[in-house]
């Protein structure tokens, strides 16, 4: 079930992500980037030392989907 409910957080990350960064990338791209982001922000959330429920782990998975969503700019810029 914790599987499940990380993925959803993931993919919500990404939409959420998306919409910050107003991003033209097309929605599939948004929500890997989101499932990703977050592992990401739950990297940057241990090196940090900050931990708690859902809410502060769906903020660090749209941290770092924000984050590779920048990145993927930066890379495939066109």
Same mark, same amino acid.
């Given at each position: 079930?914790?599987? *499940?409910?990380? =993925? /959803?957080? #993931?993919?919500?990350? $990404? +939409? &959420?992500?998306?919409?910050?960064?107003? @991003?033209?990338?097309?929605?599939?791209?948004?929500? *890997?980037?989101? =499932? /990703?982001? #977050?592992?990401?922000? $739950? +990297? &940057?959330?241990?090196?940090?030392?900050? @931990?708690?429920?859902?809410?502060?782990?769906?903020?660090?998975?749209? =941290?770092?989907?924000?984050?590779?969503?920048?990145?993927?700019?930066?890379?495939?810029?066109?």
């Amino acid at each position: 079930m914790h599987f *499940i409910i990380t =993925l /959803v957080l #993931g993919i919500l990350a $990404g +939409w &959420i992500a998306g919409k910050i960064m107003k @991003s033209e990338q097309n929605l599939i791209i948004n929500l *890997i980037l989101g =499932l /990703v982001g #977050g592992a990401v922000g $739950g +990297w &940057i959330g241990s090196l940090l030392g900050i @931990s708690g429920g859902w809410i502060v782990g769906l903020i660090l998975a749209v =941290l770092g989907a924000c984050i590779l969503i920048w990145l993927y700019r930066k890379l495939f810029k066109k």
